[in-house]
């Protein structure tokens, strides 16, 4: 694997490529980033990843600082999966060399809701960089996670509207045994908040079959869900029940016609955010 840190170093070691498949990542690599590897060399070749942790993208009071960088430890786990040709790892200054005055808005049907809500520059952050990086890596596909649903849909919106020639692809989310969602984050929890945290999960399950048995009573069993997330020391920024395609709540009609839905929540465990989603239909 070649390990580049220039946007010139990149182009060389790209020119010609036809089918490059791109991983973007934040980097503290674990199972579910080497899966979204091995699926973009199922669709490209070569495939290239990136770690950078994109400033952008965070509040003020966010975690950037504390975020783990960890880039001796990734490339290690990266050259022992011999799924990546290219890993590129910019620093800022590569990235943003000057103020980033031009910034992607996802506007506010999308962009403005459930995660953009409660974090409002969160996705001009990730468009804006994602935008950058295709540019440098001009890939024909690129792999996102779905454990990031919202991101997801956002960044597909932002390739169709953009007319970028890049084909999206997602990758389910890779959980642990106990159902955890895999993420960079977890690593904050202590060890009571580590015993506690697949409880988000099995909530999103919970809703799902509640929802099954009453579809006319969406409101009252996210309420429900969210009392019962806040009685065990959580402090939900919200689940709620959307529809897939455009994350807007669904009707009734829409329940009982077997609209596909999903199920997506934000709260936070003492000091750690974390996120999930499942999709289902009834
Ligand atoms: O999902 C992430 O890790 C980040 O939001 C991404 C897509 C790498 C952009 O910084």
């Given at each position: 694997?070649?390990?580049?840190?220039?946007?010139?170093?990149?182009?060389?070691?790209?020119?010609?490529?036809?089918?490059?498949?791109?991983?973007?990542?934040?980097?503290?690599?674990?199972?579910?980033?080497?899966?979204?590897?091995?699926?973009?060399?199922?669709?490209?070749?070569?495939?290239?990843?990136?770690?950078?942790?994109?400033?952008?993208?965070?509040?003020?009071?966010?975690?950037?600082?504390?975020?783990?960088?960890?880039?001796?430890?990734?490339?290690?786990?990266?050259?022992?999966?011999?799924?990546?040709?290219?890993?590129?790892?910019?620093?800022?200054?590569?990235?943003?060399?000057e103020p980033q005055n031009f910034r992607?808005?996802?506007?506010?049907?999308?962009?403005?809701?459930?995660?953009?809500?409660?974090?409002?520059?969160?996705?001009?952050?990730?468009?804006?960089?994602?935008?950058?990086?295709?540019?440098?890596?001009?890939?024909?596909?690129?792999?996102?996670?779905?454990?990031?649903?919202?991101?997801?849909?956002?960044?597909?919106?932002?390739?169709?509207?953009?007319?970028?020639?890049?084909?999206?692809?997602?990758?389910?989310?890779?959980?642990?045994?106990?159902?955890l969602a895999l993420s960079s984050r977890?690593?904050?929890?202590?060890?009571?908040?580590?015993?506690?945290?697949?409880?988000?999960?099995?909530?999103?399950?919970?809703?799902?079959?509640?929802?099954?048995?009453?579809?006319?009573?969406?409101?009252?069993?996210?309420?429900?869900?969210?009392?019962?997330?806040?009685?065990?020391?959580?402090?939900?920024?919200?689940?709620?029940?959307?529809?897939?395609?455009?994350?807007?709540?669904?009707?009734?009609?829409?329940?009982?016609?077997?609209?596909?839905?999903?199920?997506?929540?934000?709260?936070?465990?003492?000091?750690?955010?974390?996120?999930?989603?499942?999709?289902?239909?009834?």
């Amino acid at each position: 694997m070649k390990v580049v840190h220039s946007i010139e170093d990149l182009r060389d070691q790209l020119r010609g490529q036809l089918r490059v498949a791109f991983v973007a990542t934040m980097g503290n690599l674990h199972a579910a980033h080497l899966s979204l590897m091995r699926l973009a060399r199922q669709h490209g070749d070569p495939v290239v990843a990136s770690i950078f942790v994109n400033r952008l993208q965070f509040a003020p009071n966010e975690d950037f600082d504390q975020y783990p960088r960890t880039l001796a430890q990734d490339i290690e786990k990266l050259e022992a999966e011999r799924d990546v040709y290219v890993l590129f790892a910019p620093d800022e200054s590569v990235l943003y060399p000057e103020p980033q005055n031009f910034r992607v808005q996802p506007g506010n049907t999308l962009g403005g809701i459930l995660e953009g809500e409660f974090r409002p520059d969160f996705f001009m952050g990730v468009c804006t960089v994602v935008l950058k990086l295709f540019s440098c890596v001009q890939p024909t596909v690129a792999v996102f996670g779905k454990k990031d649903y919202q991101q997801l849909m956002v960044v597909r919106a932002m390739c169709r509207q953009f007319q970028l020639p890049v084909e999206i692809i997602a990758h389910e989310t890779v959980r642990d045994d106990d159902g955890l969602a895999l993420s960079s984050r977890n690593r904050y929890l202590t060890p009571e908040e580590r015993a506690e945290a697949p409880r988000l999960y099995a909530l999103l399950q919970r809703v799902r079959e509640q929802l099954a048995a009453v579809p006319d009573e969406r409101v009252r069993v996210e309420a429900e869900a969210l009392q019962h997330l806040r009685e065990r020391g959580w402090a939900p920024d919200y689940l709620s029940v959307r529809r897939q395609r455009d994350l807007l709540e669904p009707t009734a009609d829409e329940l009982h016609a077997g609209e596909p839905l999903v199920v997506l929540a934000a709260a936070r465990l003492g000091h750690t955010r974390l996120i999930d989603n499942l999709e289902f239909q009834i």
